[in-house]
């Protein structure tokens, strides 16, 4: 299987795992001072891992209420179905994400780059919805 590499505003994601399995993994990559939207997943669980670079990781039960830290390298960080949160580079980053399937709908309450909620349908379109121009 080859990996599918997918384009981001903010970097890009390198999906090392096929649709048939009961997990999903990736390698993210984000650019300097470039972040996530501010996100929730209605089914989705994951855990990041920081290999190199630094982040913030945003986390909280509502936008209202985030904390804030600094990703440790080599430390896993889980985020639970429901849990808004957002990843910001301090530096190039790059993350090994393992989850659950991609299903369901990623909420985007904000996202630097006016990106539609991510729903079935976004996420089997090219570079799941973003338009690079």
Request: include cysteine; aromatic fraction near 8%.
């Amino acid at each position: 299987m080859t990996a599918q590499i997918v384009d981001k505003p903010w970097g890009k994601e390198i999906i090392l795992t096929t649709k048939n399995l009961p997990y999903v993994g990736k390698i993210i990559h984000i650019d300097q001072g470039k972040r996530w939207s501010t996100q929730i997943h209605d089914q989705k669980l994951e855990t990041f891992c920081c290999i190199s670079g630094q982040a913030r990781l945003f986390t909280g039960k509502d936008i209202d209420h985030l904390n804030q830290e600094i990703m440790a390298e080599n430390q896993g960080y889980t985020i639970e179905t429901g849990t808004v949160h957002r990843i910001e580079a301090i530096t190039d980053v790059i993350i090994f994400e393992v989850s659950t399937p991609e299903t369901g709908t990623t909420f985007r309450l904000q996202d630097d780059y006016n990106r539609p909620d991510e729903t079935e349908a976004v996420r089997n379109s090219p570079n799941r919805g973003w338009n690079q121009k």
